[in-house]
Nanobody
Framework: QVQVVESGGGLVQAGGSLRLSCAVS????????MGWYSQAPGKERELVAV???????NYADSVKGRFFISRDNAKNTVYLQMNSLKAEDTAVYYC?????????????WGQGTQVTVSS
C-alpha cells in the first residue's frame, strides 16, 4: 500500500521560513513527478512546485524566488523550502506523487499539512 506522508507545517510570522517534507513508501514502481499543491479556504487546489524524475522544476509565479523544491530519489522524498513567507501563503499543502509503470499511472496524495503565516 502506497503511503504519502507530509511533515513540517506550522505557524510562522510573515517573512519567516518553513521546510516541508514528503516521503513516499510502499511502491516499487518509478515515481515520475513529485510536487506540492496548496489549497486555501474557499479556493481550488493549485500547483506550488513540482520536481520531475528528469530533474526539471516548475513553480507557480507567486512563489518563484521564495520557494525551492528539492528531491532525494534514494529516499523517495521531496522537500519544499519556503522563505519570505507571506500571509497569502496560508493554506493546507498537499504532496503529490505521480507513480508510473510501463502502461499504467497512479496519482497519490498525502493528507496535507497546514501552513499558517501570521501578518
Amino acid at each position: 500500500q502506497v503511503q504519502v506522508v507530509e511533515s513540517g507545517g506550522g505557524l510562522v510570522q510573515a517573512g519567516g521560513s518553513l521546510r516541508l517534507s514528503c516521503a513516499v513508501s510502499g511502491t516499487t514502481f518509478s515515481i515520475h513527478e513529485m510536487g506540492w499543491y496548496s489549497q486555501a479556504p474557499g479556493k481550488e487546489r493549485e500547483l506550488v512546485a513540482v520536481f520531475t524524475s528528469g530533474g526539471s522544476t516548475n513553480y507557480a509565479d507567486s512563489v518563484k524566488g521564495r520557494f525551492f523544491i528539492s528531491r532525494d530519489n534514494a529516499k523517495n522524498t521531496v522537500y519544499l523550502q519556503m522563505n519570505s513567507l507571506k500571509a497569502e501563503d496560508t493554506a493546507v499543502y498537499y504532496c503529490n506523487a505521480d507513480v508510473r509503470a510501463v502502461s499504467r499511472r497512479w496519482d497519490y496524495w498525502g493528507q496535507g499539512t497546514q501552513v499558517t503565516v501570521s501578518s
